[in-house]
């Protein structure tokens, strides 16, 4: 339990970092959100008048203090476009891009684990030189790149199933295919590298002179163990995954968290940047903590550690 205090300890500078670095980069980006929103024929009189109802006529370091009092509250402001509060227009996404991410992460390891456990048990053989291949190729696989190549091949040639949207399970897999291929090559690979590491291991070479058979001993003795540095390797995945889907959600028009921050920035909607941001910043830690705890279910003595 004071692991896991000292942890959420932790999360509050963390939290402050990313508002501070957050606000401080928004508000060099050039153009005026006051005069994006009031439009191209609006007087300066009506611009300025704007500026001073959002509160943009502040010094910025007023401006931040008002941030930040609103966030110890509970606030996250209105959307500077929509005029709803961020909160809302946050929920309204964030559940697609978990969607989205967690079903990336499922492609990662349901694809990964067995290619690498298998590399690893035909270590140097052509099952492990083709896994390597794979495994290139979907780290070095841009993901607007991959996500057309699939569209096109399975949407458009086959049609198999629908390109873009999100009215049914059809339209999650194009999605986490694309988003999953890279954090699935990075699995297989830990996987791989960990397995071997394991099985060179001297009690691996006890349970084999014993006379165990060779799948008993891979998914008994070894495998358990060498799923520490992979566990981590997934928890970071998911988060990286949902803070990374915003290729994927433009390519495949996903109504998530991705495209509200593509439009917000188009439109200077500071509120709502600063509220995605920081809630990718929470779910990323939490995630991480996650992990953490995760680690003592695998291997007790990490447990007795902590």
Same mark, same amino acid.
Request: charge should be positive; proline fraction near 5%; aromatic fraction near 8%.
């Given at each position: 339990?004071?692991?896991?205090?000292?942890?959420?300890?932790?999360?509050?500078?963390?939290?402050?970092?990313?508002?501070?670095?957050?606000?401080?980069?928004?508000?060099?980006?050039?153009?005026?959100?006051?005069?994006?929103?009031?439009?191209?024929?609006?007087?300066?009189?009506?611009?300025?008048?704007?500026?001073?109802?959002?509160?943009?006529?502040?010094?910025?370091?007023?401006?931040?203090?008002?941030?930040?009092?609103?966030?110890?509250?509970?606030?996250?402001?209105?959307?500077?476009?929509?005029?709803?509060?961020?909160?809302?227009?946050?929920?309204?996404?964030?559940?697609?891009?978990?969607?989205? /991410? %967690?079903?990336?992460?499922? @492609?990662?390891?349901?694809? *990964?684990?067995?290619?690498? =456990? $298998?590399? #690893? !048990?035909?270590? +140097?053989?052509?099952?492990?030189?083709?896994?390597?291949?794979?495994?290139?190729?979907?780290?070095?696989?841009?993901?607007?790149?991959?996500?057309?190549?699939?569209?096109?091949?399975?949407?458009?040639?086959?049609?198999?199933?629908?390109?873009?949207?999100?009215?049914?399970?059809?339209?999650?897999?194009?999605?986490?295919?694309?988003?999953?291929?890279?954090?699935?090559?990075?699995?297989?690979?830990?996987?791989?590298?960990?397995?071997?590491?394991?099985?060179?291991?001297?009690?691996?070479?006890?349970?084999?002179?014993?006379?165990?058979?060779?799948?008993?001993?891979?998914?008994?003795?070894?495998?358990?163990?060498?799923?520490?540095?992979?566990?981590?390797?997934?928890?970071?995945?998911?988060?990286?995954?949902?803070?990374? /889907? %915003?290729?994927?959600?433009? @390519?495949?028009?996903?109504? *998530?968290?991705?495209?509200? =921050? $593509?439009? #917000? !920035?188009?439109? +200077?909607?500071?509120?709502?940047?600063?509220?995605?941001?920081?809630?990718?910043?929470?779910?990323?830690?939490?995630?991480?903590?996650?992990?953490?705890?995760?680690?003592?279910?695998?291997?007790?003595?990490?447990?007795?550690?902590?």
């Amino acid at each position: 339990m004071s692991f896991v205090l000292r942890r959420l300890a932790s999360l509050i500078p963390v939290l402050f970092g990313v508002t501070l670095v957050t606000f401080s980069l928004l508000h060099l980006i050039p153009g005026d959100p006051a005069q994006i929103l009031a439009g191209a024929d609006a007087s300066a009189t009506d611009i300025e008048a704007l500026r001073r109802e959002m509160g943009l006529d502040l010094p910025v370091w007023r401006q931040y203090l008002r941030y930040v009092y609103g966030l110890c509250t509970g606030d996250l402001g209105r959307s500077i476009s929509t005029g709803r509060p961020v909160a809302d227009e946050l929920m309204d996404r964030f559940p697609n891009t978990v969607i989205l /991410a %967690v079903a990336g992460v499922g @492609v990662a390891v349901i694809a *990964g684990f067995p290619a690498g =456990i $298998v590399a #690893a !048990i035909r270590a +140097r053989s052509v099952l492990d030189h083709a896994s390597t291949v794979i495994a290139l190729l979907g780290v070095s696989a841009p993901a607007f790149w991959l996500g057309f190549v699939l569209m096109m091949v399975f949407a458009v040639w086959l049609d198999w199933l629908p390109s873009t949207g999100y009215q049914s399970a059809a339209h999650l897999v194009l999605p986490a295919i694309t988003l999953g291929a890279g954090a699935m090559a990075i699995v297989a690979r830990m996987t791989r590298s960990s397995l071997l590491e394991v099985l060179r291991q001297d009690y691996v070479r006890t349970a084999r002179a014993k006379g165990l058979r060779e799948s008993w001993v891979v998914l008994k003795h070894a495998l358990r163990n060498a799923l520490i540095p992979t566990t981590t390797v997934v928890g970071l995945s998911f988060g990286s995954l949902l803070g990374g /889907a %915003v290729l994927t959600e433009m @390519v495949f028009a996903w109504p *998530g968290l991705g495209r509200l =921050i $593509v439009y #917000a !920035i188009g439109v +200077r909607d500071f509120p709502v940047i600063q509220g995605a941001v920081l809630l990718l910043a929470v779910v990323f830690v939490l995630v991480n903590l996650g992990v953490d705890l995760l680690y003592g279910l695998i291997d007790p003595r990490v447990r007795v550690k902590k």
